[in-house]
């Protein structure tokens, strides 16, 4: 027990963990509990109790609400994963073999040929170093958005104001305010609530809600949502003392793989397959050579195997490219990073690919179009339209009757932020907006209510106790509240809601000087003309009115007895549109994406607002429907509609939800935003769901794939940017790494079927090129900002192959241009640069191949600026904004510099297989590293019909064209008959049937060697602190644009 507090953490805990009401019962009660805590049931923790050491005792004595997470690998664990790499083994063992022989035997160790050995382990160590020191600080970097997801705001009474707070600022002897929707930020105790249930799914598995109260079950855990109605409860368990805390002890949060990482997992495999052919075939072209050399008498030097085995897994390692996932999971981090700032906080990794293909989106008005700071503008009291608040003329009975229903029948609260001099709204930004119009009457001295340093509605909502709360639906799209009646016995019920709907329910209704009149049909006929009024002007109408009844507040049924109401107004709530609103719609539109308004207001509100936002406009077909209207449709008139409506008014979660499925069914990339718990089914159906971070409740945000911090659809903007960045960022990388594999392996493969003993790129070089490739690649290229242009093109859409036609145009290009330069050099270097007579054969192949090298570097680092750009002209645009990149680039070519002059300078450099380079040489290397930025120009200038592969645009109309073919197959599938062969005559050229020889011949080949691949790369993958999910079979999209066949899919999980 503490010295300071009547009960220690312990004892909660164990009270908690056991559901134990004797602990609450032995303390008295709520009451008790509250005292031994130091605190108060009613206005929770003092300012005293918040401040100095009061706040530093509650602290020490039972925790703060952080959450522990289990420490991620260390750095050293990190390293010794990667030496878990089977061909990094391989190659090591061989390095040591080829060390020991080196320096035991004495013809080899007087010419150095131990330091082959030494070398490779070293570039293997700091490869692994460097991967690791990457991988650390990507896992960092995730842990740190993964602690930003578990902190959000909660309301607390403290003093016995209400304020918002983050959730791990909650304090045990906190005193919290729960409605339906909110999370449970700690555990606790029920104090009072109306209809009060939560889910404890998240706890204990059963999706059933369970109801809370002081009796039967009083306690509230951490993790859990409310379901259903409002109440308090009073923390008495923190951080990893509560339930979610004692669970995550034992979590380990590592992101899941996203779709594009498993597509990337069966592109390495692709790869990989090829590459382990064409180092087999060097291993067997060199052990010819080697055969028929003994057989001539010229010695059978067995160090040449297995010099030969090392260029044949150098080459394995430089093929597979593991270096795809790690691109692709930078690339993430980067995103993810950027995007909070950017007001996105992204919590599943598959929604920043996701939203670059996005076609439509279906957005909420409140908060997302608008700005969420409410204020009622104008008003119909009495039968009377006031075009200024409050109403001039209320009498002091009337102010005090709209007061009272304003302040009692509400969940939300004010405010008074000193630093600001504002008024913050805390809730329902609609309900502050009444409340605030509480003030205006206190204010004008209407009602009779007392002045005070406070707010007018916490003196009436602690006048009139609730008995009873209906809350709002998006059914019923009203709330009621019961209290005692203050004029005698009975119930008063308060009610307010959806105008055209409550209006219907008024009998009567209660002028401004405060009598009480029969509601005839006539001012049912003013009151909706009002209504119409107020909305087309892009007003928000809200009716509010009361019903004096007869039962007392313990009787009252189920459902509210809201009929024979007395009218006491319609208010008109102005929701400014957000400034930036327009330009954000007008952006999104000119990518490609369809943005519609799915709004609960009135259709004349909604559109008026949609015209101002410039997503109705005029010539472009768009529908605007109303919620019941859509519902009526039948399935094939929705299908009609659903993406020509441009306004959806009226809605309920539910038509969002058919919505959404239709969009899907008809091949559409559908996002969604919400803010209610109803809302969850749509956001978790859509590829991207948006959930309002400040006005969506918990559910909605725990339901949702992106969490937009500032209810702002200019972040979606941005999310939109972003999303197509991450895309292009793995096509930029994708298409520099496989320049570099089919040049590297191509040219020691050709070199060793010509007979040629010492490879052009011995292993040590070849491991250098594959860090360039690999790691240094990956984060030069997936690290860049998105271009501004990225919004000026159509989406990706779903099937977009990852090499497409544009790619495929610089790939063949520049590949041809790469292994051209480095085959004129390997077998006419000696002429052009006139090497002869430098000194003997080994001394001259030993210089040619250092050139070689030199030049086959150069080429990457200008290959990596070509990257940049797909199809565009300028490859430096925005290149001063790419710091990352620039510096990568910067210490690329100062590493290979030290490599050739310092390395090679000395005995290590010629025993790894290049030496230093004369000025000469190195301007060579350098003109034709640089010649590659003008192929690169010349590639981008070349039609692409020269290609092979698809157009992004090609892919996507194919996969639109499948999916309208498959519904229209499965509609009519009993009419229709299979075409036999002589139904169908097509004449083929020579090329396309040799082509589809050539595809069934690779296909043959994939399918023999991918089962030995899949190792591999789960080996290579494996040493990366990932896995490699892929099944055996073809996968549903062809991502090289080809038609070849990878032999394996990504796994179904």
């Known amino acids: 027990m503490s010295a300071s507090f009547a009960i220690s953490a312990g004892a909660l805990e164990e009270a908690i963990t056991e559901r134990d009401k004797s602990v609450v019962i032995d303390a008295g009660g709520v009451l008790g509990l509250a005292k031994q805590l130091k605190t108060d049931d009613k206005h929770g ?51 040591l073999i080829s060390l020991g022989i080196g320096a035991g035997v004495r013809s080899h160790r007087e010419e150095y040929g131990y330091l082959e050995g030494i070398a490779i382990v070293v570039v293997v160590c700091f490869v692994v170093f460097l991967q690791a020191g990457i991988d650390y600080s990507k896992e960092l970097k995730f842990r740190q958005l993964n602690s930003v997801k578990d902190n959000y705001a909660v309301k607390v009474v403290r003093g016995g104001v209400a304020r918002a707070v983050t959730a791990g ?3 045990v002897g906190d005193l919290v305010e729960l409605v339906a929707g909110d999370k449970v930020p700690a555990d606790g105790i029920f104090v009072e609530g109306s209809k009060f249930k939560a889910n404890e799914a998240a706890m204990t598995g059963e999706p059933i809600d369970i109801g809370k109260d002081a009796e039967k079950d009083p306690f509230l855990l951490s993790g859990t949502s409310i379901s259903e109605g409002s109440g308090r409860f009073l923390v008495t368990c923190v951080g990893s003392r509560s339930q979610w805390g004692v669970i995550l002890k034992t979590l380990i949060v590592e992101p899941s793989s996203t779709p594009l990482q498993d597509r990337l997992d069966v592109l390495v495999v692709t790869v990989g397959n090829f590459g382990i052919g064409a180092a087999v075939l060097t291993f067997l072209a060199s052990m010819i050579r080697w055969i028929a050399n003994g057989a001539d008498g010229k010695g059978w030097d067995g160090l040449k195997v297995l010099e030969f085995m090392i260029n044949s897994v150098t080459i394995v390692v430089v093929a597979i490219p593991e270096g795809l996932p790690l691109a692709i999971t930078l690339g993430l981090a980067f995103a993810m990073r950027k995007m909070m700032m950017d007001q996105n906080l992204v919590r599943r990794l598959e929604a920043c690919e996701t939203m670059g293909s996005a076609t439509q989106l279906n957005a909420d008005k409140t908060g997302t179009l608008t700005q969420n700071r409410m204020t009622v503008t104008d008003g119909w009291f009495g039968g009377a339209q006031y075009d200024a608040m409050p109403p001039r003329d209320a009498s002091d009975a009337f102010a005090a009757m709209l007061a009272e229903s304003c302040c009692v029948n509400s969940d939300a609260n004010l405010a008074k932020d000193s630093e600001k001099g504002v008024v913050d709204h805390i809730g329902s930004k609609t309900e502050c ?82 009598s009480v009149v029969d509601f005839k049909q006539a001012d049912l006929a003013a009151a909706n003309e009002a209504i119409t009024a107020m909305a087309s002007t892009g007003l928000r109408t809200l009716c509010v009115a009361y019903v004096d009844l007869n039962a007392s507040p313990s009787a009252l049924p189920e459902e509210p007895p809201e009929d024979n ?108 935003t919400g803010d209610g718990t109803n809302d969850a089914p749509a956001l978790k159906d859509a590829d991207v769901g948006f959930a309002l971070g400040i006005a969506g409740t918990e559910i909605a945000k725990e339901a949702c794939d992106i969490v937009i911090l500032d209810d702002n659809i200019q972040s979606m903007a941005k999310a939109v940017l972003w999303g197509r960045n991450v895309f292009q960022s793995i096509r930029k ?116 191949n250092s050139v070689i090298f030199n030049s086959f570097v150069m080429m990457q680092v200008f290959s990596e600026i070509n990257a940049r750009k797909m199809s565009e002209l300028n490859v ?22 030290a490599f ?22 190195w301007l060579v290397s350098i003109i034709i590293g640089a010649i590659a930025l003008p192929v690169g120009l010349a590639a981008r200038l070349m039609p692409l019909r020269w290609f092979p592969g698809k157009t992004d645009e090609q892919a996507d109309k194919e996969a639109q064209d499948a999916a309208r073919a498959a519904q229209d197959a499965a509609a009519t599938a009993a009419e229709n008959e299979a075409l036999s062969d002589g139904d169908v005559r ?24 991918a089962p030995m691949t899949v190792q591999l790369a789960m080996s290579r993958k494996g040493s990366r602190g990932s896995r490699l999910v892929v099944d055996e079979g073809d996968g549903e999209t062809d991502d090289f644009g080809l038609g070849i066949s990878s032999g394996i899919k990504p796994k179904s999980l």
């Open 876 to 897: 430096f645009e925005n290149i001063h904004k790419s710091p990352v990149f620039v510096s990568i680039i910067v210490l690329t070519v100062a590493t290979q510099v």
């Open 433 to 514: 907006a009444l409340l605030q119009l509480v003030e205006d009457l206190r204010a004008a001295g209407a009602g009779g209510m007392a002045a005070s340093d406070g707010f007018a509605y916490v003196g009436i909502r602690e006048a009139h106790e609730v008995a009873q709360r209906y809350h709002f639906t998006s059914a019923r799209k009203r709330m009621s509240t019961a209290i005692a009646n203050p004029g005698g016995n009975g119930t008063r019920l308060h009610c307010k809601g959806a105008s055209e709907i409550v209006v219907k329910m008024c009998s009567k209704m209660m002028k401004t000087d405060g």
């Open 169 to 171: 600022e909650v304090l």
């Open 45 to 95: 923790l003092s300012d005293a109790e918040l401040a100095g050491a009061a706040l530093e005792a509650r602290q020490n004595a039972f925790g703060r609400n952080e959450f522990e997470y289990p420490p991620p690998k260390s750095f050293l664990q990190l390293c010794a994963a990667a030496f878990n790499d089977l061909t990094i083994q391989i190659l090591c063992v061989a390095a």
């Open 986 to 1009: 097509v004449s083929i050229s020579d090329a396309r049937r040799r082509w589809k020889k050539a595809k069934t011949f690779v296909n043959a080949y994939t399918a023999l060697t």
């Open 900 to 921: 050739i002059e310092g390395v090679g300078r000395s005995v290590v450099g010629p025993a790894i297989g290049f030496m230093n380079l004369t000025g000469t040489e």
């Open 733 to 848: 990388f994708l298409q520099f790494q496989l320049v570099v594999n089919v040049v590297a392996v191509s040219l020691n493969f050709i070199s060793a079927c010509a007979g040629i003993e010492e490879l052009p790129l011995a292993a040590v070089p070849l491991l250098w090129v594959n860090m360039i490739m690999d790691s240094l690649g990956a984060l030069a290229l997936a690290t860049e900002p998105p271009s501004p242009k990225l919004m000026d093109r159509k989406p990706f859409g779903r099937s977009a192959p990852l090499v497409n036609k544009e790619m495929w145009r610089n790939i063949i290009v520049m590949s041809a241009y790469q292994l051209v330069v480095c085959l004129v050099l390997l077998f006419a270097g000696e002429d052009l640069l006139n090497l002869h007579g430098t000194g003997d054969h080994h001394y001259v192949v030993l210089r040619l």
């Open 565 to 672: 109401l007395t009218l006491l107004g319609i208010v008109g709530i102005k929701d400014p549109i957000r400034p930036e609103t327009a330009e954000a719609v007008r952006l999104l539109r000119g990518a490609g994406v369809v943005v519609r308004m799915v709004t609960g207001d009135n259709v004349l509100t909604a559109q008026a607002i949609a015209k101002e936002a410039g997503i109705l406009v005029e010539g472009d077909g768009g529908l605007v429907l109303e919620g019941p209207a859509f519902r009526k449709m039948s399935q094939k008139e929705k299908e009609s509609v659903a993406t020509k409506i441009r306004v959806l008014a009226r809605s309920s979660p539910a038509d969002k939800l058919t919505l959404c499925n239709l969009q899907k069914s008809l091949g559409e990339v559908v996002s969604v």
